[in-house]
């Protein structure tokens, strides 16, 4: 059913529990897990050099390429990862990525960063839920908010 699993990261430890769904879908169904992180210096477009500009997307690419690598370091054995960093806005890329001739399934938490970054630029995951042309599975990144237990992943087929 899956062949292509998208699962867009931003570094934060949150990720992971969206990361074992991924997992557990792309062991079932034998698909390859695509971990993307989008490198988005839009916020930084006011720095008066333009060498800090460049400075800030090379320290942002590196956290993107640590980001990706966690991801293939957690990777189960047998699950294949492919790893991409992209600039971009992170939903447009994400949704870019989302199409049916590259990924068939997008994975994603609920929220990644928080505080002032989600007000400013409003939730990545509602925007990809809307306009992605392929399923979406977002997952609750961190139940205990909500008041429930965190429950590991359990998609086996009996």
């Known amino acids: 059913m899956y062949d292509c699993i998208l699962v867009p990261t931003d570094g934060s430890p949150e990720v992971e529990r969206a990361l074992e769904y991924a997992f557990e879908l792309a ?18 477009g006011g720095l008066p050099m ?23 370091e957690l990777a189960p054995d047998g699950v294949e990862v492919e ?16 199409q049916p001739d590259r990924c068939d399934l997008v994975v994603m938490g609920t929220h990644g960063r928080g505080g002032i970054d989600r007000l400013l630029l409003g939730s990545v995951t509602e925007r990809v839920v809307r ?12 139940p205990t908010e909500s008041g429930e ?3 590991q992943p359990s998609l086996a087929v009996e």
Do not use: F, K, M, N
């Not at 079932?28 to 916020?43: E, K, L, M, N, P």
């Not at 333009?50 to 980001?67: H, K, M």
């Not at 042309?133 to 961190?142: A, E, K």
């Open 27 to 44: 062991q079932v169904h034998d698909a390859t897990v695509r971990a993307i992180y989008v490198v988005s210096v839009a916020g930084y």
């Open 50 to 72: 333009e060498t800090a500009l460049e400075g800030v997307s090379g320290a942002l690419r590196d956290e993107g390429e640590a980001a990706v690598r966690r991801v293939q």
């Open 83 to 98: 790893t991409l960093v992209l600039e971009g806005s992170p939903s447009r890329v994400i949704v870019e990525q989302a």
């Open 131 to 142: 306009r992605a042309p392929v399923p979406v599975l977002t997952v609750q990144v961190d």
């Open 149 to 151: 237990q965190p429950e």
